[in-house]
């Protein structure tokens, strides 16, 4: 199971300056055909790299997850067992996305759920573990919307007037994520979070905003 993101751990910063403006996110998203990492398979993978507020790279990869897609799941993502019958699988596919993520910080809605998968099969496959920073804009939005009812993706969006296209496919709610991400380092940094380290910093409630 995956650290929980502002915890203690390892974690690689991009090289460079540390300033948010120049630093690279990766956005990343998930479909699964469950919720344990443990069980279950990675069924899509999305992700946008966005740096100073703009989107520059996208990755997108339907995955057999090597296991029937329960009906339930199906009916909520649309990706059907015919769609992912003929897709690599995640050991096929995971050092081409590892490749895309770099050194990027690692941005989903409810990381931990994402990160888990991915740490389980980085350490089924590689036999190794990921060490990129990981930011959750779930837990960004309970810091800084915490009058709001619940921190869904689709509350948050819904509040702050972000459509959400193709909902529950990776690509669609990894470019809400990117959106929502984008608006909240703006906001940040207006109010004085100026770094990664800082964010960080906010992200774990160890700083407040000025």
Not at 8 to 14: A, G, N, S, V, W
Not at 88 to 93: D, G, K, L, N, R
Not at 169 to 174: H, S, V
Request: proline share 4%; charged share 20%; with cysteine.
């Amino acid at each position: 199971m995956a650290a929980a993101p502002g915890s203690l751990r390892l974690i690689r910063f991009p090289d460079g300056a540390s300033e948010l403006a120049r630093t690279t996110f990766a956005v990343v998203d998930l479909e699964t055909t469950g919720g344990r990492a443990d069980e279950e398979g990675i069924t899509e993978i999305a992700a946008f790299a966005t740096t100073g507020g703009r989107i520059v790279n996208h990755y997108h990869q339907l995955v057999n997850p090597e296991k029937p897609i329960p009906p339930f799941i199906v009916g909520l993502t649309g990706i059907t067992n015919e769609m992912v019958g003929d897709a690599p699988t995640i050991a096929e596919v995971l050092v081409e996305f590892l490749d895309f993520l770099g050194d990027a910080v690692v941005v989903a809605h409810h990381a931990e759920f994402d990160m888990s998968f991915l740490e389980i099969a980085c350490e089924q496959h590689l036999h190794q573990q990921m060490d990129n920073g990981v930011l959750c804009t779930r837990r960004l939005g309970k810091r800084l919307l915490p009058w709001l009812p619940s921190y869904s993706l689709d509350t948050i969006a819904n509040f702050l007037g972000l459509k959400i296209r193709y909902r529950h496919r990776a690509f669609g709610d990894a470019y809400a994520t990117t959106q929502l991400l984008n608006f909240y380092l703006a906001y940040l940094e207006h109010m004085g979070v100026h770094t990664l380290e800082q964010l960080f910093m906010f992200q774990a409630g160890k700083i407040r905003l000025s």
